[in-house]
């Protein structure tokens, strides 16, 4: 069982270039995010899916997009990379999406990290 | 005013000391809550979750406060192993999930 991949593990950048960060569970999970974090300031929300063909915002989502096509992806793009986006972003999933699953004491599942840096 | 305060530390303490973070909330709409671990570069990873009637997993409890907004994790007889960044996370009205920036811990033998 994998879990959570997360690909590229190291990525450097130059700045305007665009990537994207790829994140795959094999755990069936509905609920799929992505954080950023940054010395001092914890993990941050960028965006967040509770199923396939649905996302939403976090609480930083700004110069980046996501798509949730399947259950089992949710890639993270970098439209054109600035130095603020030098952080480590990890992806994470868990079983429930909403009300009445039961869902809400599930751990939640973190992939490896991506360690990025924007020249 | 961060959503989820903790001291970032660190707390040094030898091996087999009592040590207890604390950790504060401001949404009083908040729902569930938790302990997560995080060791140098690596993943946050689940300790536990925190009920309103405090529970206890081996050497690990945690104590929540909804009236002061306040959830405590209390670690007795503590080991080199237990070494890590130890966040605070709340899940909000919206099912998303809060993260505080950590109380490092550095147990010394």
């Known amino acids: 069982n994998a879990g959570v991949t997360q690909t590229p593990k190291f990525q450097v950048l130059k700045t305007g270039q665009s990537m994207t960060l790829q994140c795959a569970q094999d755990?069936?999970?509905?609920?799929m995010s992505w954080y950023r974090q940054d010395p001092g300031m914890g993990l941050r929300l960028i965006h967040y899916?509770?199923?396939?063909?649905?996302?939403d915002q976090g609480e930083v989502p700004n110069g980046y997009n996501v798509s949730r096509s399947t259950t089992e992806d949710f890639p993270l793009r970098l439209l054109s990379a600035a130095p603020s986006q030098t952080s480590v972003y990890f992806c994470?999933?868990?079983?429930?999406?909403?009300?009445?699953?039961?869902?809400?004491?599930?751990?939640?599942?973190f992939g490896d990290g991506t360690r990025l840096s924007i020249l | 005013r961060k959503e989820v305060e903790q001291d970032p530390g660190p707390f040094n303490v030898p091996e087999g000391a009592t040590v207890a973070f604390n950790c504060t909330y401001s949404?009083?709409?908040?729902?569930?809550f938790f302990w997560y671990r995080q060791d140098c570069r690596k993943e946050p990873k689940l300790l536990m979750s925190?009920?309103?009637s405090g529970n206890e997993d081996g050497r690990f409890t945690a104590q929540l406060n909804r009236a002061s907004q306040y959830i405590s994790l209390l670690i007795r007889d503590s080991k080199l192993s237990d070494s890590a960044t130890y966040l605070c996370?709340?899940?909000?009205?919206?099912?998303?999930?809060?993260f505080g920036s950590g109380t490092r811990l550095l147990v010394r033998p």
């Open positions: 996370v709340v899940m909000d009205s919206s099912y998303k999930l809060i």
């Open positions: 899916s509770v199923g396939a063909g649905i996302t």
């Open positions: 949404n009083s709409a908040s729902q569930s």
């Open positions: 755990m069936n999970h509905e609920y």
């Open positions: 925190v009920y309103s």
């Open positions: 994470a999933s868990r079983p429930g999406r909403g009300p009445g699953t039961g869902w809400g004491n599930q751990p939640q599942h």
